[in-house]
């Protein structure tokens, strides 16, 4: 499941040509810029538009988490000490660990449950005080138990597990008016919009268990109404739809342009009902499932890209970077144990984040880099800024985005409206690609808020963290999917 970097083929490509333009009279190659190095281009005045010194882009997908939950009090940041429940009494934040046996209802109704909004359409002109009706789970895998307090859905993660996202937050950019593109908060639709925009239209999660095409026939879920109104408003039972879709992603148009990519993602424990992605010669547990937004891609999960681009388990990606291998665009999700997922347990995932950023920064690659890190819903945690009404699927929950790069501000907080499509239009324009669906065309890209590409490259420093990277290479196998809402 891996091939060549970009980087070395281009490095090859680029010296043979300079072989050959030299034999026939031409300039050397110690005077031709390496293909691949927009960093050389610009330097020797060949290349104009500032975003093209990014080559590489990495997407970091964690889990489950608002922007007040976790980024509470940080400084320039809108947070809220208190929430308001539904009879608009002050409930103070509290706060708890991010290692938990308990979980909060995170779907489309919990989202209308929490926003309690006053307008015509449910979920939209949001008051944001109907957190406390959302359920919860307290038990060890969703049996009933005790709470850790009355009420944790208002509560925000104790700093001391939140360390690493303050560090990258203080030296880098921390946005804090990212809204999820889709407003029914569920992992599934989230993960397909940072791959194509939108998700067919559908909401929730699959009840098959992989997620996709391998889960057969009875991985169907509802759709909405897409009939040009902004109602949110559910299609009949027999209009379900099958979660194995054949929409343009942002993989096809990279492909398309003989760029490269990879998206690592945590293998299942779970059958299909279904023919498996790829081939039959992989490891067993692939053949049970992958849990990569791409499974559910006709043309991705039945073709070619599966073997070569499809990586598993996450933590491969410290291997690869490590032997010189960044593609030009990769998407890295956690595994359960390695999630902000509640539930899952660990509090090692702000340890897992920073493992990822410091094998990019302590590469050659630190210098042509972006890395976003964002959190693919609320997970049920209060936060007080209410999502906009933009089209019959979104906006969600506000969730963080961190941006770090060697050209990203320092220490800046940006206050510019973004949503999963902002960082796809990123990516497009630095790479030439068409939009793909309503969100990425919508959406504001944080090139000019939060990037300074005037600057020389920032030098990386470390980000700190309990555990290295070396405790994730030698973590065991998870097969639990890390969101199962």
């Known amino acids: 499941m891996r091939r060549v970097s970009f980087d070395n083929r281009s490095l090859a490509i680029a010296l043979l040509a300079g072989l050959l333009a030299a034999c026939n009279g031409g300039p050397a190659v110690g005077s031709l810029?390496?293909?691949?190095?927009?960093?050389?281009?610009?330097?020797?005045?060949?290349?104009?538009?500032?975003?093209?010194?990014?080559?590489?882009?990495?997407?970091?997908?964690?889990?489950?988490?608002?922007?007040?939950?976790?980024?509470?009090g940080f400084p320039g940041s809108k947070t809220a000490k208190y929430g308001l429940d539904s009879k608009n009494q002050k409930i103070e934040l509290k706060p708890l660990g991010l290692s938990s046996s308990w979980d909060l209802e995170h779907n489309h109704e919990g989202f209308e449950l929490a926003c309690n909004g006053t307008g015509s359409i449910p979920g939209t002109d949001c008051r944001m005080n109907g957190f406390d009706k959302e359920s919860k789970t307290c038990g060890p895998g969703g049996s009933t138990g005790p709470c850790p307090i009355k009420y944790p859905q208002y509560s925000y993660a104790q700093h001391s597990d939140t360390a690493p996202y303050f560090s990258m937050a203080k030296q880098y950019v921390l946005a804090d008016e990212m809204f999820a593109s889709n407003f029914d908060t569920s992992s599934y639709v989230s993960h397909q919009y940072i791959i194509a925009g939108q998700a067919g239209s559908t909401v929730d999660y699959p009840l098959g268990g992989n997620w996709g095409c391998p889960g057969g026939v009875t991985d169907k879920l509802w759709t909405l109404w897409t009939n040009g109104s902004r109602e949110r408003t559910f299609k009949p039972q027999k209009d379900q739809v099958r979660v194995c879709f054949n929409y343009k992603t942002l993989a096809d148009e990279l492909d398309a342009k003989g760029l490269t990519w990879a998206f690592y993602a945590n293998p299942l424990g779970v059958g299909g009902g279904g023919k498996a992605c790829g081939s039959k010669a992989g490891p067993a547990y692939v053949e049970r499932g992958i849990w990569s937004s791409y499974q559910a891609v006709k043309q991705i999960c039945y073709g070619p890209d599966w073997n070569n681009d499809i990586i598993t388990p996450p933590n491969q990606f410290l291997t690869d970077v490590g032997n010189g291998s960044l593609r030009h665009v990769t998407w890295i999700t956690p595994t359960c144990a390695s999630s902000d997922h509640p539930g899952c347990k660990p509090d090692t995932g702000p340890s897992w984040v920073a493992s990822v950023v410091n094998a990019v920064g302590e590469s050659p690659f630190w210098k042509s880099t972006a890395i976003f890190l964002f959190w693919d819903d609320y997970g049920g945690?209060?936060?007080?800024?209410?999502?906009?009404?933009?089209?019959?699927?979104?906006?969600?929950?506000?969730?963080?985005?961190?941006?770090?790069?060697?050209?990203?501000?320092?220490?800046?907080?940006?206050?510019?409206?973004?949503?999963?499509?902002?960082?796809?239009?990123?990516?497009?324009?630095?790479?030439?690609?068409?939009?793909?669906?309503?969100?990425?065309?919508r959406a504001k890209s944080p090139e000019s808020d939060c990037f300074d590409f005037s600057q020389p490259p920032r030098q990386f420093v470390p980000i700190k963290s309990q555990y290295d990277g070396s405790y994730f290479l030698h973590q065991p196998l998870d097969f639990r999917p890390p969101d199962t809402n």
């Not at 979104?394 to 770090?404: D, F, N, Q, S, T």
């Open 381 to 441: 945690f209060y936060d007080p800024e209410p999502p906009a009404l933009v089209d019959y699927d979104g906006l969600g929950m506000r969730v963080p985005l961190v941006i770090i790069s060697p050209y990203a501000k320092k220490g800046w907080v940006s206050h510019v409206h973004y949503e999963h499509g902002s960082i796809l239009k990123f990516i497009e324009d630095r790479f030439g690609l068409a939009r793909l669906a309503q969100s990425d065309s």
């Open 33 to 72: 810029p390496v293909a691949s190095s927009s960093r050389e281009l610009i330097e020797t005045g060949q290349l104009k538009n500032p975003i093209d010194k990014i080559d590489h882009i990495v997407i970091i997908v964690q889990e489950n988490r608002s922007f007040n939950n976790l980024f509470y």
